[in-house]
């Protein structure tokens, strides 16, 4: 009996140790793509950014525009999907947290740092989203313009990295492939030229 | 009862988030600098491993849990939304670092500035179905 303890013990040690560690790009991807599968198989697509059209109409934007005049319950699965997501994030950063620091990569470390971002080995750079940094003008500004673009282009693009990406790139769609075409045209903008004029 | 199965789902897709690093800024800088092949591998394999468990769904002519059969819905033809929509997504994206997915899973995680993010996507999706008629399409 001592023995059968000890070996489960012994196991769940090691399995938690490899859950906790950063999963290799090979694994993450195949997930991401049983995810999208079990979702079809359920009859549902695969797309985060309907949550915020979704949560505009729960919050009754529907009264006054007719965008928002829908049957934002249909979404109400996707609305569960979205609590699940934050409570596997709360997850992440606590039972299952390891303390190594993220392996960036060094050219993107020294780059960061001639623009005055410090890597600090966590997900996110603490300097651009903690407390200081909402209440700062700047980084506030940072912060909501950039959440604005976020919503209003996966909005008129109709749909974001999940739904385009991942859900419209595996069914071959041709609007999801220029829709992620614009997505990197954007993302190098503000990264090569944009972003040494604001940091 | 059903809630329940989305909401492991998006448990399993929060851990993953941060699991692969792809909730990460950081690792949006690096990939948009093209300094590492981390963010393109795994957006590889889950598109190359998506599209395979599609085209096997459809050849095989696969039947949902109730016996219906599944319908992929194709997007509506055309480009200038989906082209300048995308270009305004991808400033946001870089800026942020995070895409929609992953700025509830990085509230979850415990960073307060995403909140502001959350609320500025809110806003944006507003902004959009308000002056939608307005914008060419």
């Not at chain 1, 505009?56 to 979404?75: H, P």
């Not at chain 2, 700025?103 to 999706?125: K, Q, R």
Request: charged share 10%; proline share 3%.
């Amino acid at each position: 009996m001592f023995y059968i303890w000890y070996y489960a013990v012994h196991y769940i040690t090691h399995i938690m140790r490899f859950i906790t560690q950063p999963w290799p790009w090979y694994v993450s991807g195949a997930a991401i793509a049983l995810i999208m599968i079990l979702l079809n198989y359920s009859r549902k697509s695969f797309g985060f950014s309907s949550n915020l059209r979704a949560i505009c109409s729960l919050l009754g934007a529907g009264r006054k525009v007719k965008f928002f005049d829908y049957n934002w319950k249909a979404q109400k699965w996707n609305l569960m999907f979205l609590l699940g997501a934050m409570t596997g994030g709360l997850l992440s950063g606590t039972l299952l947290n390891n303390e190594d620091a993220l392996e960036l990569s060094y050219p993107t470390i020294r780059d960061l740092g001639n623009l005055g971002i410090t890597f600090d080995g966590d997900l996110n750079p603490s300097q651009l989203f903690d407390l200081a940094a909402m209440t700062s003008v700047k980084g506030f500004l940072v912060l909501f313009l950039g959440g604005a673009l976020v919503g209003f282009g996966s909005r008129y693009a109709g749909g974001c990295t999940s739904g385009h990406a991942i859900s419209g790139l595996s069914n071959m769609q041709l609007p999801s492939l220029i829709a992620v075409a614009g997505f990197f045209i954007g993302g190098l903008l503000m990264t090569h030229l944009l972003f040494p004029l604001i940091f | 009862m059903k809630s329940i199965k989305y909401i492991s789902l998006g448990i399993l897709f929060g851990v993953i988030m941060v699991k692969s690093e792809a909730a990460s800024w950081y690792r949006i800088q690096e990939m948009f600098r093209f300094q590492s092949f981390h963010m393109y591998g795994l957006m590889l394999t889950a598109v190359a491993l998506g599209a395979v468990g599609i085209l096997i769904m459809k050849k095989i002519r696969l039947k949902d849990a109730d016996g219906a059969p599944i319908h992929f819905p194709q997007k509506k033809k055309g480009w200038k939304n989906y082209l300048t929509g995308g270009i305004i997504f991808g400033l946001g994206w870089a800026l942020t670092g995070a895409c929609p997915g992953p700025v509830f899973v990085n509230i979850g995680y415990g960073y307060a500035g995403m909140v502001l993010v959350a609320l500025g996507a809110l806003a944006g999706t507003f902004l959009y179905g308000v002056i939608k008629d307005k914008l060419p399409h």
